[in-house]
């Protein structure tokens, strides 16, 4: 059963510059959360994805955006690189959202994609 | 504002002995989910063990339990008979149960085990 897949593994791009990052869910999940982690800091949320729509968003600002495709995999892109979005992006994906019920679904993480901004 | 507070940046422990890893965190909300995860060199963030608000009981899974203190908002990890592989970062997390889909992460606090 493969886990949650991220590609690519590592990316150097300039301040301007545009980026796409994909992930592939664990099989049998239909969403996918992101989060940025900077070096010496827990991830923060960027945003959540489920039934193609963003569910919740994170303190980030429109340079980042995303998508979700039929499959359920998705994209992080970010426009306008600044030296400050340098970090670690993980994707994680579970069945379903937390529901307002109370009940959780548990998130499983991929092992990232490390973006470098020169 | 939620938040998660990790107060130990770095911790070592030897081989086959006990940690303690400490968390407190900060909800207005009553029911909401613990973790802790861990995060190995390789980056794969690993769920350790997780504990729902409303349970009294601690969760244990092993060598792994934590210490729940509801009124004071502390969740401490304690990891028992430590192993070389237990060398990682080790995250607290919480997420509500109110409809909201993020998880909140502390800073986290790196375990290094010595042989």
């Known amino acids: 059963d493969a886990g949650v897949t991220q590609s690519p593994t590592h990316l150097i791009k300039t301040r301007g510059q545009q980026v796409t990052l994909r992930c592939s869910p664990k099989?049998?999940?239909?969403?996918v959360s992101w989060y940025q982690q900077a070096l010496g800091q827990g991830p923060q949320f960027i945003f959540q994805?489920?039934?193609?729509?963003?569910?919740q968003r994170g303190n980030f600002p429109d340079r980042f955006s995303g998508h979700q495709f039929p499959n359920y995999s998705s994209e992080l892109n970010v426009n306008a690189l600044l030296l400050g979005d340098s970090a670690l992006y993980l994707c994680?994906?579970?069945?379903?959202?937390?529901?307002?019920?109370?009940?959780?679904?548990?998130?499983?993480f991929g092992p990232g994609t490390r973006l470098t901004v020169l | 504002a939620q938040t998660v507070t990790q107060s130990q940046p770095e911790m070592s422990v030897q081989e086959a002995e006990t940690v303690t890893l400490s968390c407190t965190y900060d909800t207005s909300e009553s029911n909401y989910y613990l973790f802790w995860y861990k995060q190995p060199p390789s980056r794969q963030m690993i769920l350790v063990i997780r504990?729902?608000?409303?349970?009294?009981q601690n969760a244990t899974e092993n060598r792994f339990s934590v210490n729940f203190q509801k009124a004071a908002k502390s969740f401490s990890l304690k990891i028992s008979d430590s192993q070389l592989g237990d060398t990682a970062m080790y995250f607290c997390a919480f997420i509500t149960g109110a409809g909201s889909y993020q998880l909140t992460f502390g800073k986290g606090t790196k375990l290094s085990v010595i042989p």
């Open positions: 504990q729902e608000a409303y349970k009294q």
């Open positions: 099989s049998g999940h239909d969403t």
């Open positions: 994680a994906s579970s069945l379903g959202p937390a529901s307002g019920d109370g009940s959780y679904n548990e998130q499983f």
């Open positions: 994805y489920y039934e193609e729509e963003e569910r």
